[in-house]
Nanobody, 112 residues
Framework: VQLVESGGGLVQPGGSLRLSCAAS????????MSWYRQTPGKERELVAG????????HYADSVKGRFTISRDNTKNTVFLQMNSLKPEDTAIYYC??????WGQGTQVTVSS
C-alpha cells in the first residue's frame, strides 16, 4: 500500500497550492479519503474529507470556503485545492485512507 503526496511548497499569503495524493495497493474507490495537517507540538488536525464516490465532502471550519477536496477514482488520486492561503495554514499535510493508511506528508509553508 502506498499513498504519495505531492504539490507542497512555499507560497506567499493569499496564494494557492494544489496537493495530490496518489494511491496504490488497495481498492481506492471503496474508501473515503481525508487530508490532515500537523504542526510541531500540535495534534494532527482533520482538514477535509470526501466519501468514496465523491458525493459528500466536509471541511474544518478554519478552511471552509478556501479549500476544496476532490478525487478521481479512475486515477486513484485525491486532491486538495488550497486558495487564499494564510500563514496559519503552514503545516505538513497528510493524506489518509479510511482503511487506516497514511501518506508520508508534504510540507506547505505560507510566508512572505
Amino acid at each position: 500500500v502506498q499513498l504519495v503526496e505531492s504539490g507542497g511548497g512555499l507560497v506567499q499569503p493569499g496564494g494557492s497550492l494544489r496537493l495530490s495524493c496518489a494511491a496504490s495497493g488497495f481498492s481506492f474507490s471503496r474508501y473515503a479519503m481525508s487530508w490532515y495537517r500537523q504542526t510541531p507540538g500540535k495534534e494532527r488536525e482533520l482538514v477535509a474529507g470526501i466519501s468514496s464516490v465523491g458525493s459528500s465532502t466536509h471541511y474544518a471550519d478554519s478552511v471552509k470556503g478556501r479549500f476544496t477536496i476532490s478525487r478521481d477514482n479512475t486515477k486513484n488520486t485525491v486532491f486538495l485545492q488550497m486558495n487564499s492561503l494564510k500563514p496559519e495554514d503552514t503545516a505538513i499535510y497528510y493524506c489518509y485512507a479510511w482503511a487506516n493508511y497514511w501518506g508520508q506528508g508534504t510540507q506547505v509553508t505560507v510566508s512572505s
